[in-house]
């Protein structure tokens, strides 16, 4: 028994061992999987870098042009517009989000959730259907002047910054809404409770107690909102506002001059690390409570004018930023189905699928294994590396595209050359203008959207099962693949579908990186909006709001939860 008994304490000092050697921090480089996160890391910083260090080299020339012409207003247009969507979004977010989750009033069970569609809904198809409808020659206008006889000189120009400022902030206060809500739900009631035990009305508990506390939380979304405002391509483009992201397509595609695209693009980059900066200061003073979510009997019953008016303001909300919109493409959609619908809209349709499976398998293949290698190597080196994997998310499609493409292209006149100079044959162009460019480019913007799904799924796994595994001499790709991929699946899942619709909806990067002839829904939306053929847009943009829906029912379910 002693003999057994010392044999089996040995053995589990033996596993014991290799579990300390399996998570203790190391800084050998010689670690295969501590690689993987600094490669990735160096892929990304690629395309940033090549950005970024146009600004070291600066071509005088380009510059001058650039303040002559455009630059100027460039920078205002773009300020006005992140100013009055940041504004709006918080103002519009915030309100609704303590509406729902303080009071109780007809219907608050629906806006919980239904408040989140608008997600699901492309801010570019918003901007085409705004115009649609509420243009000059729209219906709304027309059968205004029908019934009035005349013009009416006091309907608001829609196509003004106003007009795109407003569509962003219906497209972009889910962001604020969604984050603001977790923590009213947490702090709503106890906050305003604590407030009135001072003596505070409830409107002083919200400013002066509820509001303060939530404050990281609004900063957070507001933040978010102003990534996507800045990033944006296809809102701008359609009501023709221009700010960065239309100048770098038109310097590129217009002017055909990728240095003055280049500039512009190293001068976006660093307005959005400005950005990502204050994001990541707010987000530092976060601080996480372990309270339960608010029941329904807790909230406050509101009841006569009071309650009605609540309603009316979600009611109103929800129906301008998804339920008109939605029922205007399919309006136009079926009136065009009949004779616009044929074998190109199959093509969109394929093209489009073929590119987010191909990025969804490559980018949630990275994601993958840098959990996995994070798991394994937690030391704060790693961790570091992993956080720069992941900014390209936060850096606009169009300046990716700009940075992808010049070394692509450096590159691509390299092999030609050097295949001319060994084997005496032209080679042409052999990556430019291919899949790979754009598959390189899609999973530099979402490595992201699919690492943080994956990685929570992975903190889920507790260290027992590590431990068990090891014990049975499995690690390494063994373990990854027969016990950590198993239990990843749902984490998986959920980061192939965010992926999957993004890159349905990506525009930028599509257009200016897309193989010749190459076109997706995106870009057919983008081409009939160019015209203003509105109808034509809305079939393949009805395709996109029905792919959108998926990840936002994946993400109510699990705000419910």
């Given at each position: ?20 050697s ?7 480089v ?5 690689l993987?996160?600094?490669?990735v ?18 071509a005088?020339d ?16 773009t ?14 977010g ?20 239904a ?17 649609g ?5 729209g ?13 009416p ?10 007009g ?14 969604l ?15 604590a ?17 303060p ?11 978010l ?9 296809g ?7 221009d700010?960065?992201?239309t100048?770098i ?13 280049s ?17 990541q ?7 996480y409570t ?7 009997v ?18 109103g ?5 998804f ?5 205007q ?28 499976a ?67 044959m032209?080679?042409?162009?052999l990556?430019q203008?291919?899949l ?7 999973m ?7 690492y943080?799904?994956?990685d929570g ?24 693949w027969?016990?950590h ?47 203003g053929?509105w ?7 009805v395709?996109?709001v ?9 993400l109510?379910r699990?705000?419910?939860?």
């Amino acid at each position: 028994m002693k003999g057994k008994e010392v044999g089996s304490t040995g053995n589990n000092a033996n596993a014991r061992s290799r579990l300390y050697s399996f998570s203790a921090p190391s800084y050998r480089v010689s670690s295969g999987w501590r690689l993987i996160p600094f490669l990735v890391a160096a892929f990304v910083l690629i395309p940033v870098g090549t950005v970024i260090s146009s600004l070291f080299s600066p071509a005088s020339d380009v510059w001058q042009h650039l303040f002559e012409t455009t630059l100027p207003g460039l920078l205002v247009n773009t300020f006005w517009l992140a100013l009055g969507v940041a504004l709006g979004t918080a103002l519009l977010g915030v309100s609704l989000a303590w509406f729902t989750s303080v009071f109780e009033f007809p219907g608050r069970k629906f806006f919980s959730w239904a408040l989140l569609l608008p997600l699901a809904i492309p801010a570019y198809v918003t901007a085409f259907v705004a115009l649609g409808l509420f243009d000059y020659i729209g219906p709304v206008q027309t059968t205004i002047r029908t019934w009035l006889e005349q013009d009416p000189a006091w309907f608001p120009n829609v196509r003004s910054r106003a007009g795109v400022t407003v569509v962003m902030i219906l497209a972009f206060y889910p962001y604020v809404y969604l984050l603001a809500r977790n923590a009213f739900l947490t702090q709503g009631k106890r906050s305003l409770e604590a407030a009135q035990s001072l003596g505070l009305n409830r409107a002083q508990g919200f400013f002066k107690v509820a509001l303060p506390m939530a404050r990281p939380w609004i900063a957070g979304g507001v933040m978010l909102a102003l990534m996507e405002t800045l990033a944006d391509f296809g809102t701008v483009a359609v009501f023709n506002y221009d700010t960065f992201t239309t100048a770098i397509y038109k310097a590129w595609f217009g002017m055909f001059s990728l240095p003055a695209a280049s500039q512009l693009a190293s001068l976006l980059i660093v307005i959005v690390l400005v950005v990502i900066i204050i994001e990541q200061q707010f987000r530092s003073r976060m601080r996480y409570t372990e309270a339960r979510q608010s029941s329904s009997v807790n909230r406050i019953p509101l009841a006569g004018l009071r309650a009605w008016l609540l309603a009316g303001f979600a009611s109103g909300t929800l129906f301008f930023a998804f339920f008109l919109p939605v029922a205007q493409l399919s309006v136009w959609a079926f009136n065009v189905f009949a004779s616009d619908f044929n074998q190109r809209y199959l093509e969109f349709l394929w093209h489009s699928l073929l590119l987010s499976a191909f990025a969804v398998l490559l980018t949630c293949s990275v994601a993958v294994l840098m959990v996995y290698a994070a798991r394994r190597h937690p030391d704060p080196v790693t961790r570091g590396a992993v956080w720069i994997s992941t900014i390209g998310y936060a850096l606009p499609g169009a300046v990716l595209a700009v940075g992808i493409f010049i070394p692509i292209a450096w590159l691509d006149s390299h092999l030609g050359e050097l295949a001319l100079r060994l084997f005496n044959m032209e080679t042409g162009l052999l990556i430019q203008g291919t899949l790979v460019t754009m598959l390189v480019a899609y999973m530099t913007r979402f490595l992201a959207v699919s690492y943080h799904p994956i990685d929570g799924a992975m903190h889920r796994i507790t260290a027992s099962i590590d431990e068990a595994a090891v014990g049975l001499g499995v690690s390494g790709w063994a373990a990854l693949w027969r016990v950590h991929l198993p239990i990843l699946k749902g984490g998986i899942f959920t980061a192939a579908t965010l992926v999957f619709v993004d890159v349905m909806k990506e525009m930028p990067i599509t257009l200016m990186t897309r193989p010749f002839g190459w076109d997706t829904l995106a870009v057919r939306i983008f081409e009939m909006t160019s015209e203003g053929e509105w109808e034509q847009a809305a079939l393949p943009a009805v395709v996109l709001v029905l792919a959108g829906l998926l990840p936002i029912i994946f993400l109510i379910r699990q705000t419910e939860k």
